[in-house]
């Protein structure tokens, strides 16, 4: 792994950092702790037995000492205060984005209309099984991803980098493309023409439609201008499960696979260039903008 690669996974940062600030925070608890609070007694044992000694002598004695040793022999070294204490902390953290819900901020327009760029989105971790943390092995079966399914996964090509979509096609569908209209299982998915969407980043005109994916409305894009074919598509593992044509393309999805496309269907990197999904590479279920600084109107759940 490279440290590019290591600074991009935080999960992994996250989990190291839980490992070192638990160390230390268990080593004071079971080692150092128990040492201080030994020394402090026989510190407090010595102290009154002088003072037993200097009472019988008819000194004065001074019952400050008690007070003053607590606090010397009590208080945790620096190092093991300031990196102990954010453990619980991490900890919490790294729990709570491992097997609940994990932020993400998407970075492109691909998800337009349905997903912003800036968009600060959760994403459940658990709905499509339990996974451990880092090597993404699931552990927990619970859902399946289903057409219609916003969902975050690792990129194929590059496995530190984490990507969105929506779920066209589960194992086993046959998927066709034709004309800029989807087909799933030989039923042609329906269309609702919507007003033009203008993007003001590009200060652009897109064909606007709400798709019924099996069940699931949600909005699409296409641009006019841009032609249906898809130009040069990776040799992909499992390619030949895909035909390509001046008109589109046809694709069936293999077992423990998931074809995966941008609503902004003419400017998304998908799996229309790259190939499927493999189970063991989903993150989770994408559901809620969280945050948008430029938009608050961004913030609530979405399809």
Known sequence: MTLQSLLGNFALILFLLTIATGIVWSLDRFYLAPQRRRSLQNALSELDARNARLAESGVKVDNAGHAELTARFDRQPAWVAYTGSFFPVIAAVF????????????????????????????????????????????????????????????????????????????????????????????????YEKLPDYLDEERLSYYSHYRENLTGVNHGILNDDHSP??????????????????????????????????????????????????????????AFFVWMNLGNLKRIGPFD
């Not at 499509?128 to 057409?147: A, D, E």
Request: aromatic fraction near 12%; charge should be positive; hydrophobic fraction near 35%.
């Open 95 to 190: 729990l709570f984005r491992s097997f609940i819900y994990e932020p993400f901020k998407i970075p492109s327009s691909s998800m337009v209309p349905t997903l912003q760029i800036g968009d600060l989105i959760l994403v459940n971790k658990f709905t499509f099984g339990i996974r451990l943390p880092i090597i993404n092995k699931k552990i927990i079966q619970i859902n399946n991803p289903k057409r219609g399914d916003v969902m975050v996964f690792k990129f194929p090509k590059d496995m530190s980098l984490d990507y969105i979509k929506r779920v066209v096609g589960e194992p086993g569908d046959k998927i066709v493309y034709k004309n800029k209209r989807l087909t799933v299982n030989g039923k042609e998915l329906s």
């Open 228 to 285: 249906s074919y898809v130009p040069s598509p990776d040799a992909f593992p499992q390619h030949e499960l895909c035909t390509y044509n001046l008109e589109g393309f046809a694709c069936t999805v293999p077992p423990g696979h998931y074809f995966m496309m941008g609503d902004n269907r003419d400017n998304s990197l998908d799996s229309r260039y790259w190939g499927f999904v493999p189970d063991k590479n989903i993150v989770g279920k």
